[in-house]
């Protein structure tokens, strides 16, 4: 037995148009990839889009692999991820799934009043998948806490959970503040654990429980992420050992610039310095500039120099992050490394009581709120008139709030 698992795959995530369709790429490639190895099937862990209606273009592109996949007799399992779930519970999924081009695994039904999941069994290697969906600030936690486990740790044969949720026992040090869940609340005696949501690559097997794995994003989603991985990739796994397989679209070179002390003037002619006698082809070029300026402020670098001489090096593209640069002048404002969920959930949590809602406990204000800025990120799809984005909106926020709007 051969399969893929691939998680976070956020396509259409970068909104600059240089890097618009390099998570696409990565997919695109991914999938090649798993074309060539002769996987016999494939993992998603949840994200496989940014948003629950990503743009056409993406889409087009990833239902082309999709096909692809389905001619070449291998089947998709995946998940939905925090990402790809909507408020009012549509998701392209659902449309990719009812044209045989993936199966959602996250089924089951209600009785007496425990959530009972089902298997989906792969037909060429009898492999027995199920999992759960993955929801914006971990509010699937609940649906864990009603699982009814019995018959999942029971059931014979090779089986594999996809999730798409943090594990409190494998969170990095730098994750601290990410929301998650302990390893308790997944069922045991499962041979795989294909995992999502966090972004890490790890690989581990813990007693009781099987490999537990996450491969990461397929291409980095940020910043940091970039700095931090230089790359994306996927797991491919036979004989139950998984090996990373890397997905790179294009090199990154990260300089890091430590202003204590320095004028705008020498921070840049030390940039200048670290680039001088590189080339750059086919690389994103990341600066990242800290600590407290002896004078100016940031914007005083002069980065137009500074990218003008990284492009003529054939760079492909060029970043800067001045966010923790601080001046003599005014006191350091500091905020926990993490997703833009992350942050609003967190932000939610702090200021929550300040009006409080009568009947509604401090968990449902929190997961209201949440549901709340999830409606409200929505997009305007291609060709959707104002009027029908307006009407769409308002239903999602009808069906959140529990009311009618007339």
Same mark, same amino acid.
């Given at each position: 037995m051969k399969f893929a698992h691939l998680a976070d795959c956020h396509i259409g995530s970068w909104r600059d148009p240089k890097?618009?369709?390099?998570?696409?790429?990565?997919?695109?490639?991914?999938?090649?990839i798993c074309i060539q190895k002769n996987v016999d099937f494939i993992l998603i862990a949840g994200d496989l889009f940014n948003t629950s209606f990503p743009r056409l273009d993406n889409l087009?592109?990833?239902?082309?692999?999709?096909?692809?996949?389905?001619?070449?007799?291998?089947?998709?399992?995946?998940?939905?991820?925090?990402?790809?779930?909507?408020?009012?519970?549509?998701?392209?999924?659902?449309?990719?799934?009812?044209?045989?081009?993936?199966?959602?695994?996250?089924?089951?039904?209600?009785r007496s009043n425990r959530l009972v999941l089902s298997f989906t069994t792969d037909k060429k290697t009898g492999a027995k998948i199920t999992g759960m969906l993955g929801k914006r600030g971990s509010l699937e936690k609940s649906y864990y806490e009603g699982m009814e486990l019995s018959h999942l740790e029971s059931e014979s044969g090779y089986k594999i959970f996809l999730f798409h949720s943090g594990i409190d026992e494998l969170k990095p040090k730098e994750m601290e503040s990410i929301i998650s869940q302990p390893l308790s609340l997944l069922p045991r005696n499962f041979d795989?654990?294909?995992?999502?949501?966090?972004h890490i690559v790890e690989d581990k097997t813990i007693e009781g429980y099987g490999r537990i794995a996450y491969p990461g994003p397929l291409?980095?989603?940020?910043?940091?992420?970039?700095e931090k991985l230089q790359g994306g990739g996927f797991y491919i796994v036979e004989n139950n050992k998984a090996e990373w397989e890397p997905v790179q679209i294009h090199n990154v070179c990260a300089i890091h610039i430590k202003c204590d002390h320095k004028t705008p003037e020498q921070v840049k002619?030390?940039?200048?310095?670290?680039?001088?006698?590189?080339?750059?082809? =086919?690389t994103i070029v990341l600066i990242r500039v800290s600590g407290t300026l002896e004078s100016g402020k940031a914007y005083d670098? =002069?980065?137009?120099?500074?990218?003008?001489?990284?492009?003529?090096?054939?760079?492909?593209?060029?970043?800067?992050?001045?966010?923790?640069?601080k001046t003599k002048e005014f006191e350091e404002i500091k905020i926990s490394a993490g997703s833009v969920e992350?942050?609003?959930?967190?932000?939610?949590?702090?200021?929550?009581?300040?009006?409080?809602?009568?009947?509604?406990?401090?968990?449902?204000?929190?997961?209201?709120?949440?549901?709340?800025?999830?409606?409200?990120?929505?997009?305007?799809?291609?060709?959707?008139?104002?009027h029908d984005f307006e009407k769409r909106l308002m239903g999602e926020l009808s069906i959140v709030l529990g009311i009618s709007f007339n």
């Open positions: 890097l618009r369709d390099i998570s696409t790429k990565a997919f695109v490639r991914a999938i090649d087009k592109s990833v239902v082309s692999k999709l096909k692809r996949l389905k001619d070449a007799e291998i089947p998709v399992y995946i998940v939905p991820g925090s990402h790809d779930y909507s408020p009012s519970g549509k998701t392209i999924l659902d449309v990719l799934e009812e044209a045989g081009l993936l199966v959602n695994v996250f089924k089951g039904s209600i795989y654990y294909a995992g999502g949501h966090v291409f980095p989603n940020s910043f940091s992420e970039l002619d030390e940039i200048m310095g670290k680039i001088s006698g590189q080339e750059f082809y =086919n670098i =002069n980065f137009r120099e500074i990218f003008h001489e990284i492009y003529s090096k054939s760079a492909y593209f060029a970043m800067k992050s001045t966010s923790m640069v992350d942050v609003e959930s967190a932000l939610v949590r702090e200021h929550m009581g300040q009006a409080r809602i009568p009947g509604v406990s401090a968990a449902q204000e929190e997961a209201l709120t949440m549901s709340l800025i999830s409606s409200l990120n929505s997009e305007k799809k291609e060709g959707e008139t104002n």
